[in-house]
């Protein structure tokens, strides 16, 4: 079983959805993915975009794992792959390591659109299981769709309060 690094910055930052998917998946270490943005094309996407920063997950998961994430994210038809070198503060001992890790984002062609709430509350539940900004989600959306739009999304789901930081 050969191992590979997969960087996460949506659903899969949360470890019950990648244990359900990805059995052998195992979580290395939280790190900020430079120069992107993360944006919603309904789930989330990043989007190169200098002076920006994601706060992701990287995983250490097997080819059969990268196979099961190929399906789920529609690769290469809804997503396209991608690697980046990113420096990881390690969860077993807090040391720093540099891996190259791959990715999943939205090419071009797909319009930025809201997500639906029940995405958006499992990726705040994730961001805070890693202790990431939840206003780094609000951003996002407020950077998807206008002002207005995001506005009436938050209202209509009762999410206005709970982008609050702790």
Not at 1 to 29: F, H, K, T, W
Request: glycine share 4%; proline share 6%; aromatic share 14%.
């Amino acid at each position: 079983m050969l191992s590979r690094y997969y960087l996460a910055y949506g659903i899969n930052l949360s470890v019950a959805q990648m244990n359900s998917r990805c059995p052998d998946a195992i979580p290395i270490g939280t790190a900020m993915l430079n120069g992107y943005k993360l944006l919603f094309k309904g789930p989330a996407t990043i989007d190169p975009v200098d002076g920006c920063s994601v706060p992701v997950v990287i995983w250490s998961i097997s080819e059969e794992d990268e196979k099961k994430l190929d399906d789920f994210e529609g690769y290469p038809y809804t997503y396209e792959k991608r690697k980046e070198v990113v420096s990881v503060r390690r969860l077993d001992n807090r040391e720093w390591m540099d891996v190259e890790a791959f990715f999943y984002r939205k090419p071009d062609r797909f319009p930025l659109w809201t997500p639906r709430h029940k995405y958006i509350r499992l990726l705040m539940d994730a961001y805070r299981f890693w202790n990431f900004p939840i206003s780094i989600l609000k951003q996002a959306l407020f950077d998807s769709v206008d002002e207005e739009e995001a506005i009436s999304f938050l209202k209509m789901n009762q999410l206005e309060n709970m982008f609050q930081d702790s």
